[in-house]
């Protein structure tokens, strides 16, 4: 009998003991997280923590490169010529008779081998380029000149709508990055655009050099295996006062063989 009891006591400690150590087991798990069920809940969190950090950027359209048909940039003023610092910049003057833009005499630019001819005002200066000719006005320290460029390059292919237009944004950003790119601003884009009796696109653009805001406008066509663009520009304050001007010099560019 006594051995009986023994054996059940003994049983009886061996599964408090069994059952103490599958506690102590479970606890130590709890703790340590050792959990597989735990892990694998934890990852896809810290997963998605990682890729909200990660900025967002809307996609961008991009204009296909034409690699064999790229415009040089257009021959344009000097840098100090563009840049007025606010020591030389002033103030705003009241137009004096000299300014009268109606007394403009024209001269016709006679030099073919550019491939093109135009009028251009003939008290401007000349600013030579290889494939752009350009004037500028003559102007006081401190004022911002117009300007006025006519460019033609030759391509390898007769030039299709698209890559008119991509030739075209090329040309508009050599423009862009003289001014100020906080400041600058496109106009509407106009597909429908006249120039030397094609269709082409023209767009205008607002900007700043220094003090003084400049509009501009520019416009192109492709006639035969060449593209040609016209830019004009001055200071706001003149540009309505010689639209006359420019609308004259746009109208006048003409092939020449």
């Given at each position: 009998m006594t051995e009986a009891m023994g054996k059940r006591r003994?049983?009886?400690?061996?599964k408090k003991l069994i059952g103490l150590l599958t506690a102590c087991a479970l606890a130590l798990c709890a703790l340590t997280g050792c959990s597989g069920g735990g892990q694998d809940a934890a990852e896809p969190a810290e997963t998605a923590a990682i890729a909200t950090e990660e900025p967002t950027q809307m996609p961008q359209e991009e204009l296909p490169v034409v690699e064999d048909v790229l415009l040089e940039q257009p021959t344009v003023a000097p840098a100090e010529a563009l840049i007025v610092s606010n020591a030389t910049a002033q103030p705003a003057q009241t137009p004096q008779p000299a300014n009268d833009f109606s007394?403009?005499?024209?001269a016709r630019l006679s030099d073919t081998s550019f491939g093109f001819t135009f009028e251009y005002p003939a008290q401007w200066t000349n600013l030579p380029g290889r494939y752009t000719v350009c004037y500028r006005e003559p102007v006081e320290e401190g004022d911002f000149p117009a300007r006025v460029?006519?460019?033609?390059?030759?391509?390898?292919?007769?030039?299709?709508?698209?890559?008119?237009?991509?030739?075209?944004?090329?040309?508009?950003?050599?423009?862009r990055v003289q001014y100020d790119s906080s400041t600058f601003e496109y106009g509407e884009l106009n597909s429908e655009a006249s120039f030397m009796g094609e269709t082409g696109y023209s767009i205008t653009y607002l900007a700043y050099s220094g003090d003084i805001e400049v509009e501009g406008y520019m416009v192109c066509c492709a006639i035969g295996r060449a593209i040609y663009v016209f830019h004009f520009c001055a200071s706001y304050d003149d540009y309505q006062a010689m639209s006359s001007i420019m609308t004259r010099m746009r109208d006048s560019v003409a092939v020449v063989e």
């Open positions: 003994g049983g009886i400690l061996v007394t403009y005499t024209f460029a006519v460019t033609r390059k030759a391509t390898a292919h007769t030039p299709n709508s698209r890559t008119l237009l991509q030739q075209f944004y090329n040309y508009a950003e050599q423009i």
